[in-house]
């Protein structure tokens, strides 16, 4: 009863005419943002910065906050429409959604990406009311064993998602790992690979290699052949998802909303890690695994319903703690202190107008963002209209200049061609590249956290064990280790038995009586 | 082509042109006729950002040009500092500097590796801000002074773990003034920054941490989710009068984060000297003072001459303790 009436307050303070104005430009802007591949949500809010020290606390955290939330709905469209993911966060979204969009079905794609990002974003501010503070002190629990065994867990994931061989996925994933530990050494300052260059102190650019892998490797890919595409004009119930599309993409977009919210919660990077558990889910759950990667709606509805929900949960440790986990909401945090406002355990009490007035703003944006963006559809699929020969270097230049924005550093435009260039050569060897994105990801902060945690141990590895959440999180990825390995022998021995039912000696047993 | 796509083009190349004349005009005396870029080293929404950002909002109405701010993080500092001391000397781009220009091209030397910039390569047009720390413990801990814990550190040496903003990181250093000046001995925890750091405080997944003070600590303890034990500043700050300093308590150890504007060296003496008097009429700005105060950070300004002697001072100090913690 409490929190309804808070809640509507908060709906007083945000439904000013002011407000919503400067909700709607802030969600506006986070579309645009997602959209445009390279420029994230943090350049967005920074830009912005600025225009906010003259307003109102609420309304500058209404707006800051609208970029963030705004640009995870943007990100999935050029996924979809040209495989270039416009987010870090959407990588997960080009499996399925490009080859959606390649059977003519961009449309129910898109339209299912803007219906999940408004369930999972809608639950998740729910989630972010009710939970916030309970949630808070599970965040702080994560100290670096916990964080490790999570790494741990994320990588045997990101193993089994991949759409082809396990063993192409590891090695993808070894690679990934590999380029993560270029840079300076965190924890002994010590540069590694860096061949003496201070651009590559901090590791080779995480987004200019998915520029690269996606989107420069595709337009390689593609200018191979002349495609002519067949232009449907699409009509609006091909736009639609139909029946059999909700009934399938429901459960995703509920269980990614899930996962999202509570892997948001976690310092790092919650919102592409987010994705790809989901994915794994899905895939996990589907009579139909072996159709992942061939443009399966579910393996578009549950990523793109995780990486909202996890805008919702990082904003928890920001609000409740006072502890922002990643640099947008650190900015948003410098928004507040600007105001004299702090984040922190005493947000709610200090400044109830700003808690729940951003947290009524919430919902009223992700419904400008479902709004927005439905219409939004029919006008990008007319993107596929474009002839190649201006799609094509379009593309590139927004590549260019989107990663070129991030550190203003030409050595990463040179790291996305040679990206580009590997990606194109990786997919004629049918190897999927997003282990590698992905994997780059995660590297650096397994490293850490292992070495973090051994620290706080001198050095015995029992810590990880001893630790229930570690241990929890460790025997979990034991038991899907195991569980493949018995998959794998179960199916050798099964094709073992059906060779020699047929009289004709296989492989296998050949070898073995070689011995 | 098109005739829309012609005059695209067009349109283009008139700006190119247009850009590439006010370059040139900039070279003339009427310092400054474009937009100044200030360079933050760091992500957005980091520590620098807090300074940064109020001080550029205001530079308009003292340099009669709008200062720009663009993050180029990178190497605890290194990227941005190399890009500005490398970039042209003609005032119009200014690093945010911060004490990361003493201790990084140091240590780069000690490990023999090839500095990203020299000391040499810079011109300080001033101070804007100083930020000290206070170290904190848990609220839960036993330690209600920081004398208790330099005592119980003393019985019980390689015991307790502090955490740090990362190896070589100012406050790396920081602790290891403090440890040779209290002459006890606690294992390092680096992590990545001040965030990390207060989660490792909070969740006791370390003894005792160290906020920005009084920015970063006063939701936390405001909250009473933390207890600061000491100040590393000269003087006890107005926001916590009953947190001593660590001079107070015997030990001689004073460690602030400067924030200092800095121009690559070569500019002009004339646009530095237009640049130092900008600077300190917006130090004194109105605006800037409250956004500051907002914040919890101190305007502490230092002219660029006084600020040379300065540094020349803490560089050499410094120098003297990283050749003793590197070469071991």
Not at chain 1, 15 to 31: E, F, I, Q, W
Not at chain 1, 392 to 409: A, E, H, K, Q, W
Not at chain 2, 173 to 199: C, D, S, Y
Request: glycine share 12%.
């Amino acid at each position: 009863m409490d929190t309804l009436q808070s809640l509507l307050y908060g709906f007083s303070v945000s439904l000013t005419p002011a407000n919503l104005l400067y909700c709607a430009l802030g969600v506006v802007l986070g579309t645009i943002v997602g959209v445009l591949p390279g420029i994230g949500p943090l350049g967005g809010i920074t830009i912005l910065l600025p225009i906010t020290f003259g307003m109102e606390p609420v309304s500058a955290i209404i707006m800051l906050a609208g970029i963030y939330y705004g640009a995870m709905y943007g990100g999935s469209t050029t996924s979809i429409l040209v495989n270039i993911p416009g987010e870090a966060a959407s990588v997960v979204t080009c499996f399925d959604g490009y080859q959606m969009a390649r059977q003519g079905r961009a449309g129910p794609a898109l339209s299912i990406a803007a219906a999940g990002s408004y369930i999972a974003g809608t639950l998740s501010v729910l989630g972010l009311m009710l939970l916030a503070p309970m949630l808070a002190r599970l965040a702080l629990k994560f100290g670096p064993p916990e964080q490790f065994s999570l790494m741990v867990l994320g990588l045997v994931i990101l193993a089994y998602m991949g759409t082809g061989s396990v063993l192409k996925a590891l090695m993808m994933i070894v690679l990934g790992l590999t380029l993560a530990m270029v840079g300076i050494d965190h924890l002994s300052g010590f540069a590694r690979f860096t061949h003496g260059r201070a651009d590559l102190g901090d590791g080779v650019s995480f987004l200019a290699v998915a520029m690269g892998l996606f989107g420069v490797a595709e337009i390689l890919v593609n200018i191979e052949k002349t495609v002519v595409r067949e232009v449907i004009k699409p009509k609006l119930s091909a736009l639609l998802p139909t029946r059999e599309d909700w009934k399938r993409s429901i459960g995703p977009i509920l269980r990614g909303s899930g996962v999202g919210f509570l892997i948001g919660i976690l310092p790092g990077a919650a919102h592409i890690i987010s994705t790809f558990v989901s994915y794994a889910i899905e895939k996990r759950l589907s009579r139909h695994p072996e159709e992942f990667g061939t443009g399966r709606i579910e393996g578009v509805a549950g990523p793109e319903a995780a990486n909202n929900a996890a805008t919702g949960g990082a904003m928890i440790p920001f609000l409740a703690l006072g502890i922002p986990s990643a640099p947008a909401t650190a900015t948003m945090m410098v928004a507040l202190l600007i105001h004299g406002v702090k984040p922190g355990p005493m947000l709610m009490e200090q400044h109830p107008q700003v808690f729940w007035g951003l947290i009524a703003s919430m919902y009223i944006g992700n419904v400008m963002l479902l709004i927005l963006n439905l219409p939004l559809v029919g006008l990008f699929i007319n993107l596929l209209r474009v002839p190649q020969h201006f799609l094509f270097p379009g593309i590139l230049l927004v590549c260019f200049v989107g990663v070129y924005s991030v550190n203003l550093s030409g050595t990463d435009l040179w790291i996305m061609a040679i990206a580009g260039v590997a990606g194109y050569l990786l997919r004629k060897a049918a190897f999927d590249p997003a282990p590698i994105v992905l994997a780059m990801v995660l590297g650096p902060m397994m490293e850490q956290a292992l070495r973090q945690g051994l620290m706080m141990s001198r050095g015995e590895f029992g810590i990880f064990l001893s630790r229930p959440i570690s241990a929890t999180m460790l025997a979990v990825a034991g038991l899907l280790l195991v569980g493949h390995l018995v998959s794998v022998i179960r199916r050798a021995h099964a094709r073992r038995g059906t060779t020699r039912a047929e009289g004709m000696p296989s492989v296998f047993v050949a070898k073995g009586g070689g011995k | 082509m098109s005739r829309p796509t012609r005059s695209l083009v067009g349109m283009i190349l008139a700006l190119t042109v247009a850009v590439g004349e006010s370059m040139l005009v900039a070279e003339g005396a009427d310092f400054p006729t474009k937009p100044i870029t200030l360079v933050v080293p760091f992500p957005p929404g980091g520590g620098t950002d807090t300074v940064g950002r109020p001080l550029a909002s205001v530079a308009h109405q003292h340099l009669g040009q709008p200062m720009v701010v663009i993050n180029k993080a990178g190497g605890s500092g290194a990227v941005g500092a190399q890009f500005v001391a490398n970039s042209r000397p003609d005032g119009y781009t200014i690093l945010h500097g911060l004490n990361a220009l003493t201790e990084l091209p140091q240590v780069d030397e000690l490990l023999g590796r090839k500095p990203a910039f020299r000391k040499e390569q810079f011109i300080p047009i001033g101070q804007v801000a100083v930020t000290p720390f206070a170290m904190m413990v848990n609220v839960e801990s036993r330690w209600k002074t920081f004398q208790e814990f330099v005592a119980e550190a003393k019985q019980k040496p390689d015991e307790f773990q502090y955490a740090s903003a990362g190896v070589y990181s100012t406050t790396h250093f920081m602790w290891e003034k403090i440890l040779r000046a209290t002459g006890i001995r606690v294992r390092h925890m680096p992590t990545t920054g001040g965030g990390p750091i207060m989660v490792a405080v909070l969740g006791n997944h370390v003894d005792i941490g160290h906020c920005v003070a009084p920015a970063v600590c006063a939701p936390q303890v405001e909250a009473r989710k933390v207890r600061l034990l000491a100040i590393t500043s000269e003087t006890r700050l107005p926001t916590y009068p009953d947190v001593p300093t660590l001079k107070e308590l015997g030990y001689d150890v004073t460690h602030s984060i400067w924030h200092t504007l800095m121009v690559p060296a070569g500019t002009p003496p004339d646009v530095v000297a237009r640049l130092r008097q900008g600077l300190k009429g917006m130090v004194e700005d109105e605006a800037f003072k409250s956004l500051m105060t907002k914040l919890g950070e101190r305007i502490q300004y230092m002219s660029g001459e006084n600020f040379e002697k300065y540094w020349d001072e803490e560089y050499r100090t410094m120098g003297t303790l990283l050749r003793q913690l590197i070469k071991k």
